[in-house]
């Protein structure tokens, strides 16, 4: 129905009721898409959260590891491993590749009694815990750049892949 | 690069989230809406800068944010359809002393705020004082009184 002074009064003020109400319509998506951010982001669908975590075991069943699958820039991670000694001696653990290249290990549990790096490859040494079966061993992990980080983490013959998801 | 690429980022996406969460954010500042402020922007500095705080990565944030903020503004001024965009228009939520309930409720507005800009601004107490308010884009309500017969 047509009001002579609306129509008036919004010629004058440079009204254009038809183009804000996509705008509101706009406005009401933009809520419902931060709704979704937040329940995601505590879903951990941007790291530190159960959607985040990942897990693997190698093979032979040697080597597990947990770590989280989507990381932040700037924010550090844990990689959690757990070795099974099939052998007596020091354990050696490789990281590769990735692992290498786009993070850097920002400190962990226990400290390695040595380490040595080659173009593509860290080894850490680690002394075995006496009369345990199973080793623990906490990495921190930090990375330096965005994107799809894909390495591989081994001890012995026993190789795990690790793939994380680095958002900027 | 990567100190002009992360003020890029943050500005477009604080401008998409003000713009969202709509231009009544911005008036009528209360309280809570300045401490908001003030932790948005505490949020963002470390994404800003990340791990450098030398002077010349906050120089080139700082040049890369007002320069997007002038090429904005000069967009807006040339082309109108960016700046609707951008902006908004001008909402009438009251003609002629009647409230126009449909678009009071889209706007997320009550009577009782139209009444108290009119008591503020012109010292109205009642809607049927009032020819006209408009909710204006930089989210205040404009109240035009009607003349006296």
């Known amino acids: 129905m047509s009001d002579p002074a609306l129509d008036e009064a919004s010629r004058i003020v440079g009204e254009d009721l038809a183009f804000q109400r996509k705008v509101w319509r706009f ?47 700037g924010r550090s991670s844990e990689l959690r491993i757990r070795i099974r000694q099939l052998a007596p001696g020091p354990l050696e653990l490789r990281l590769e590749e990735g692992l290498v290249e786009d993070v850097e290990v920002a400190g962990g549990q226990p400290r390695p009694v040595s380490e040595t790096r080659a173009p593509g ?29 894909s390495g591989t ?16 | 690069m990567e100190s002009v690429l992360r003020a890029l980022a943050i500005y477009v996406a604080l401008t998409l989230m003000f713009r969202i969460t709509g231009r009544r954010s911005m008036s009528h500042i209360t309280t809570f809406d300045f401490v908001l402020l003030l932790v948005v922007g505490e949020a963002t500095q470390q994404a800003l800068l990340g791990e450098d705080f030398s002077i010349t990565n906050a120089v080139l944030v700082i040049a890369t944010l007002l320069g997007l903020d002038v090429a904005i503004r000069w967009i807006k001024a040339r082309h109108e359809p960016v700046d609707r965009i951008l902006e908004g228009l001008p909402t009438i ?31 109205l107490t009642r809607m049927d004082e009032i020819r006209l308010a408009v909710l204006e884009v930089s989210g205040t309500i404009a109240v035009i009184p009607r003349r006296p017969q």
Do not use: C, K
């Open chain 2, 93 to 123: 939520l009251v003609v002629d002393g009647r409230p126009l309930p449909d678009r009071i409720r889209e706007a997320r507005i009550s009577e009782s705020e139209i009444l108290q800009s009119a008591r503020e601004s012109h010292g």
């Open chain 1, 121 to 149: 490859r860290i080894g850490m040494r680690f002394e075995p815990p006496p009369g345990e079966q199973w080793a623990e061993i906490l990495l921190n992990l930090r990375a330096t750049r965005p994107g799809l980080v």
């Open chain 1, 153 to 168: 983490l081994a001890a012995g013959a026993s190789r795990v892949r690790v793939r994380i998801v680095v958002l900027p």
């Open chain 1, 27 to 73: 406005q009401r998506l933009g809520w419902f898409g931060m709704a979704v951010l937040i329940l995601l982001a505590m879903a951990g669908a941007f790291g530190g959260g159960p959607l985040s975590y990942a897990s693997a075991r190698s093979d032979d069943g040697a080597l597990e590891v947990a770590w989280e699958r989507i990381e932040r820039l």
